[in-house]
Every structure is written in C-alpha cells, then in structure tokens.
C-alpha cells in the first residue's frame, strides 16, 4: 500500500482465536503511515486460555502518531500461569514523531523488546515509549533506539505527564529494561526522561548512550533509580563530543500537583510521572528525593518504612560512566548515585574539560535520611577541571564512612578540599548530623569525603594533577663559555692546525660568478630598464624662448606734473633724467 491513515478511534487489532494462538500484524508501507486518535494493537484478554502476544512490525517512509494514538502489546488481565507480550519492531527511512502518543509492551508476563530504527526521533506533548511490568517474577523488555541525525524527547502533556523512554518495574521480584540509545544528537529537555527504575526488590535496568553530543536541558533526566530493594541500575554516557547538563524544571511543582490532584491516593514518588526531581542531570540513587534539577539519577529513593517488608534490605545505587571531549554541569545540574540508606554508587567522568557551575553537582553521598551506608567512590580524569558559584564533588556518608575522591587533571580551578574539622568551623557547629548535605551550606565550590556522624571515618580525597615543567622546551646551554678576549689576542697565522674563516653569507659579500647561489643572493641588473632606453632615443624639442619680461626698477624720486599729479621715476647711474622744465626733481630738501 502507498500510504496508511488511521483516525477517530479506528484500531486495526489481533486477538486470540479460540484456540489460543494469536498472530502477528505485519505493516509495509510505500510512504507514510498517519495515526490520530486511533491505534494498532496485539491484545490478549483471556478467557482461560494464556497465550503470548503476537508482535507488531511496522515498515514505512514514516511514522507519526498524535492525538492519542497508540502501537502496543498488550495482555491486561492474565491469569495465574503469566504470558510475554509481543515484540514491537519499527523501521522507517525517515522520521518518527509522536504527540501525546505512545508505543508500548506491557503485560503482567514479560515484556516485549521494542526496536525503532529511523533517520531521526521526536516525543513531545508527554509522548512514552515504554516497557513495563507488573508481575512478581517477569522483566521489562529492552528497548533499543537507533536514529541517523536528531533523537528530541522534550516536554509534558496537560496532565502533567513527561514526555519519555521508559522500562520499568512495579512488580515485587521483576527486573528492569535496559534503554539504549545510538544517536548523534540526543536532546532530552524540559522535564522528558529516560527512565529504567524499579520499584522492587528486581534490579533496575541500564541506560546506555551512545552519541557524539548529549543534552539535558531544563529538567530533563536519566534515571535508574530505585525505590525498594533491588539495586539501581546503571547509566553509561559513551559521548565523542559534549554532554551538557543544566537547567530546572519550572513547571515541575504544578504538573505534581496536578497528578496527585487526578490520584489523591498515590504519593507523589509513587506517581507515573517517573521523574527523580526537576533538575536536569543522571540519578542512580536510593532514596525519596524530587527536585526540579537536570541529571543523571542512579540513586536508591528507598525508604524503610514505605516497604511492606520493613526488614527487606535496601538496594544500593548504581554506577554512573560519562566519557566525552566536554562535560558542562550548570545551574543545579547533578550527576547522582545517592542513598537514603544503603552504599553510595561510583561515578567515573572521564572529558577533557569539565565545568561545574551555579550549584551543580557530582555526589555518591550515602545515608541521607540519617541512616547507614558507606559514600560510592568518584574517578574524575580530565585536563582541566572547573568548578564555581557553589558547585560541589562530595562523597560523604552520613553513619558510614565516607568514599575516596580521585582526580587525575593537569589543572583545577575554583574548588577547594574541605575536612570535617573545616566544614564544622565555618558552619559554626561540631554536629553535622543535623543536615542533610552540609557542605552544600557553604557559599563556596567544594570537594569534600566525610562521615556526618564519625570523624574517623572521614573518606580520602587524592590528587594526582601535573604541575608545569619550567624546564620545558629550554635548551641546555654549555658549562664553559669561550672568552672573546682570549680568541682575539692570538695570531691565528701563528696557530697550528688548519685555521679558516667562514663567510655565511647572510647579507655580507656576494658569492662568486662560479659558486652557487644561495637562497639570500639576489640578482640586481644596475642597467636601465627598455622603456628607459627607448625614451632616450626619442627626439627632444627645443624648449620655447622665454618671453622677455620688464624688470622692475626702484624707484628713486619723484617728480610733479603740470597737473598736480606726482610720479615716481628712477634716475639711471650713467645717466641722468630729461624731463624738461616742467619735471624738475623734487627732493625732500628742494620743498622746505
């Protein structure tokens, strides 16, 4: 077919026939394939039978969905003996864009993979891509995103809703998804998520990115955080150019209120808005922690007494590995592998420059509702490493020990080692356990390992950065300079050996006719040039004679007219005047 257009509440959909198979729905499209309002789906709703859901291929030029629309494996009520949702495997030559749509693998069994392959992605308007579970014993699906140019997720619908990729867990035993993402730009701004946590004792699945430039911006977030007894997963940025992390999510408290408001009954870390905070960053934590800020989540939000096994152990956080030629951390952006209780995550950043400013962050803190766990270990190896505008690297703990900071760099800039004893002078108190995060108290950017409640178990903060070589690029000159003096005052006619002088030419005396030239002889024809010649040759005319001019005369008396009118004459040396009678000289004496 050229084209497929769906719309209105039309569905085109598989189910089981009444022996129980089901098959799969297989779409090969000449150019676009148009969803509004409307769907495609592989839905099983049992009537004692249990089979597996069939998958959903999808071929095309191009893919969008809007208003609604939907593409999903389903099974919403299985029966005890649980079954696997269908695979979903879209590729298309050129774009998928979703609007308040979405693409789904959900099931009480375990999940299907979901694979898109397009040449660019774009999730708005609380668009998901997910993979989720429900069951005791089952895992999420993997989800696998492969793009050529542009992957946007970015925003939230009206409902509060982030815009998303997300593999997780609410079952009690099951594991998360994996999310993998191969782009060479990836933007996930303006509170959107890529999300793999666990709400289970199951471990929560990892998030890979592999990408030339990374971007969260305003809220956007990579989480893998887990809210009970399982281990957070992990996040691995593998970046060839920037990752830059910054930015809140202003509208963040408004699109809580709104969820809750829908669902009074949920609290507000249990909502679907599976975000870790409003800040932009990577969180791998444990613990129950929202805020508005940008990052990277691995933490442990796990609280105790929120899980219906109060003796269950509480899961650690998990690992964060960023590589990239430049790591921007800016206005309250973090990168987290905390735990309210539990042991801390390791952060390895590996980037040619990282910055670090206005607030932002890099902590595996450990216990931060007062309990145990020791603070993960942080790895920083750059060249240059800036931190300003009370922007932190802590490893602390708040029972336990605190972990090892190790920063390899040829230079640091703006942050400072702070111990215990310095943190409690400038605080102006010796008990630390009252805050949750006491160095971030302090107007100043810091790198701090401590126990809040233990000074012996402070952690350790090694520097391994290059100092200048002054040496460097010097030539050695010799111990024993020569005497010009003493060179001067021989006779070298007097000197054994074959004595020689050496003209290096340079603008001294030119080389011979029968020596080579060098680069710095230069030629110079002192003869005039032909058209100098040839003008010479032509005949010249004679000049014109002058004009004879009258030479002017001083004049030396004067003389009276019969009229009365006086004249001014000059009497020549040999000569003297003829005026007659009537032009007497008149000299000043003749007229007393």
């Known amino acids: 077919s050229p084209s497929l257009f769906l719309s209105d509440g039309s569905e085109i959909r598989v189910t089981p026939s009444p022996f129980g198979d089901i098959g799969n729905i297989n779409i090969d499209v000449r150019d676009e394939i148009s969803l509004s309002g409307s769907g495609i789906s592989a839905f099983v709703d049992f009537g004692g039978v249990a089979p597996d859901s069939g998958d959903i291929n999808i071929q095309a030029e191009s893919l969008s969905l809007s208003d609604g629309s939907f593409i999903r494996t389903l099974i919403p009520n299985p029966p005890e003996d649980v079954s696997d949702a269908g695979n979903i495997n879209i590729d298309v030559r050129d774009r998928v864009a979703l609007a308040n749509s979405l693409i789904a693998s959900s099931v009480f069994g375990t999940t299907g993979q979901i694979s898109i392959r397009a040449r660019s992605l774009s999730l708005t308007d609380g668009a998901q891509i997910r993979s989720d579970i429900v069951s005791q014993l089952s895992s999420a699906g993997n989800i696998e995103i492969n793009v050529e ?82 281990r957070a997963g992990n996040i691995i940025l593998n970046i060839t150019d920037r990752a830059i992390i910054e930015g809140q999510d202003l509208v963040y408290p408004n699109r809580i209120a709104r969820l809750a408001e829908a669902d009074a009954s949920i609290a507000p870390v249990k909502l679907k808005i599976p975000i870790e905070s409003g800040a932009s960053g990577l969180f791998s934590n444990t613990g129950a922690g929202v805020s508005p800020a940008s990052g990277l989540f691995a933490n442990t939000d796990a609280d105790p007494a929120s899980i219906e096994n109060a003796s269950a152990t509480i899961g650690n956080a998990g690992d964060i ?23 801390g995550g390791n952060i390895t950043v590996q980037a040619r420059n990282l910055q670090l400013r206005n607030n932002s962050g890099i902590s595996t803190t450990a216990g931060r509702s007062g309990a145990g766990g020791n603070g993960g270990n942080i790895i920083i190896d750059a060249q240059t490493i800036v931190g300003l505008e009370n922007s932190d690297i802590a490893a602390n703990a708040f029972d336990g020990s605190g972990g090892q900071i190790e920063i390899n760099a040829d230079g640091i800039f703006g942050l400072e080692t702070i111990s215990r004893e310095e943190l409690q002078n400038r605080l102006g108190t010796d008990d630390l356990a009252q805050f949750e995060n006491p160095n971030q108290l302090l107007d100043s950017s810091d790198i701090v390992a401590i126990s809040q409640t233990n000074p012996a178990l402070s952690g350790q903060i090694v520097f391994n950065v290059q100092d200048p070589n002054p040496a460097s690029g010097l030539v050695e000159l010799p111990e024993n300079v020569i005497d010009p003096s003493a060179i001067l005052n021989r006779n070298p006619c007097q000197q054994r050996g074959d004595s020689k002088f050496t003209i290096t030419g340079r603008g001294g005396i030119a080389p011979g006719p029968r020596e080579s030239q060098g680069g710095d002889a230069v030629w110079a024809d002192l003869r005039p040039p032909s058209w100098q010649a040839r003008e010479a040759q032509k005949p010249v005319a004679a000049a014109p004679a002058p004009s004879p001019s009258m030479r002017i005369v001083e004049a030396t008396s004067l003389v009276v007219g019969h009229d009365g009118e006086i004249i001014l004459v000059a009497e020549t040396p040999d000569k003297a005047p003829s005026h007659g009678s009537w032009a007497s000289p008149t000299t000043c004496s003749g007229n007393r």
């Open 149 to 230: 140019d542009l992957a946007s997720i970015t925003g939230a619908n009206e409902a509060g809703y982030s815009s998303g990729i997300f593999a997780s867990i609410d079952s009690s035993e099951g594991r998360g998804g994996n999310i993998t993402v191969t782009a060479p730009l990836l933007r996930v701004w303006d509170g959107a998520v890529l999300n793999a946590q666990t709400r289970s004792g199951g471990r929560g699945g990892d998030i890979v990115v592999n990408a030339s430039t990374f971007e969260a911006i305003n809220g956007g977030q990579l989480i893998t955080t887990t809210f009970g007894g399982g």
């Open 321 to 343: 590995q960023l590589r990239a030629n430049f790591v921007g951390l800016d206005r309250g952006a973090f990168l987290s592998s905390e735990t309210t209780t539990g042991t």
